[in-house]
């Protein structure tokens, strides 16, 4: 992104159809006509330079929205080259709202995926899905090493911002972001929309879905200050 951010200034109504950008960590590389291509929006090799992540501990993940509104949702697969089997939610469903910087804070890849014990240093591609322009879906990825070392805070900082009016509900539903519309009402379950209701009962309700339970929580509570 440091690399790209200068032609990014120059080109930006050009780039005005450009979907969404993965900033953090970087993506494999963006293709505006391939966005929709799952996966990975048309990346199919994994990057050679992979993007150190802490594993148990949290990260941000920065986005660039170029929607007005989009559905997000963040998968994992584990592994070198994970082709299509991103077999894991790390977040569920999030209604973002605001163009420009997103940023998915308090990240975890947790040291147990489903029933997947994670070493230090292996490696995986994070892949972000939102909802199409306007059907389908739009899918950035990008391929890190977990270590078993946490982002110093300055490390995570300097990867995380919001623009203003930047606002996100996060959700607990099962719903892909692919599979919503891109209007303002997503296809979501009567839980999605008591999670954004209250914090305390979303966390409640989202407890049983263990590794990222927490963490929606947390997000609908950090929601719900916003
Ligand atoms: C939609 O995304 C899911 C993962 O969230 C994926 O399994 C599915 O193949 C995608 N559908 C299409 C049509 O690409
Ligand atoms: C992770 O990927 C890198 C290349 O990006 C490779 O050199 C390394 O051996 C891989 N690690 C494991 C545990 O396979
Ligand atoms: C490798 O990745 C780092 C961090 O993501 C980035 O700063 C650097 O420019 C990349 N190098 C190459 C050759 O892509
Ligand atoms: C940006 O907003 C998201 C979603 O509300 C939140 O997870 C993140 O922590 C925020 N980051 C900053 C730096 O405000
Ligand atoms: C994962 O680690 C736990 C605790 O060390 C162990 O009981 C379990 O058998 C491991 N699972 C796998 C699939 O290796
Ligand atoms: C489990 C639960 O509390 N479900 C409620 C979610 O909210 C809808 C209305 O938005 C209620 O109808 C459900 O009973
Ligand atoms: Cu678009």
Redesign the pocket.
Known sequence: MRLTSAPLVLLAPALASAHFLMDWPPARGFNDDKAGEYPCGGFDTPSSNRTMIPLNAPFPIQLDMHHTEANVQVLIGLGNDVGPAFNYVLRPLVRERGPNQFCLGGMVVPA?LG???ITDGMNATIQVVTNGDPEGGLYQCADVMLMAMPLSESDYNAHCSNSTGVTAEFTNTNANANQSTSGATPTTTGSAANATASGKSAAVAVEALSAWGLLVGLGAAVAATL
């Open positions: 147990m029933n997947m014990n």
